[in-house]
Structure formats: structure tokens, C-alpha cells
């Protein structure tokens, strides 16, 4: 008997463009991959300008809690 479990997966390809703080150096960028790394979200860039975000199963994000946007 074999058991086969499915967990939905879902990508998000997530543009933060290259940014004027020298090259690939966006602080957009370098925000949202810290947050991601934070999360344990598997993430990989595509190229200078976007990331992309791999999602599966069901999760709660710490980020979700937050009453401010600087935290």
C-alpha cells in the first residue's frame, strides 16, 4: 500500500528592480530577501531586478503580525 501526499506549491516572481545603490544592489531587494531568509522561505533570484519565491503548504508569517512597516 502506498500512501501519496500532495502539498499545493505556488511561485511568485516578485520585481524589485535593480535599484541606484550600485549594481544588483537594491535595498528593496536586499529587504526582501532578508525577510524571506527570516521566514525560511526558499527564494532564488531570477536576475538583478526580481526574486522568485517558492511557497507550499500552509504557513503563518511572523511578518503578518506586525502593526508597523519598519519591523
Known sequence: MRLIFLI?????????????????????????????????IQCREENRGTILIKLDGYREFSFLESNSDTE
Open 8 to 40: 499545493r506549491c505556488v511561485f511568485y516572481l516578485v520585481i524589485t528592480g535593480c535599484g541606484t545603490h550600485g549594481m544588483g544592489k537594491s535595498k528593496l531587494k536586499q529587504s526582501v530577501t532578508k525577510l524571506l531568509e527570516k521566514e525560511g
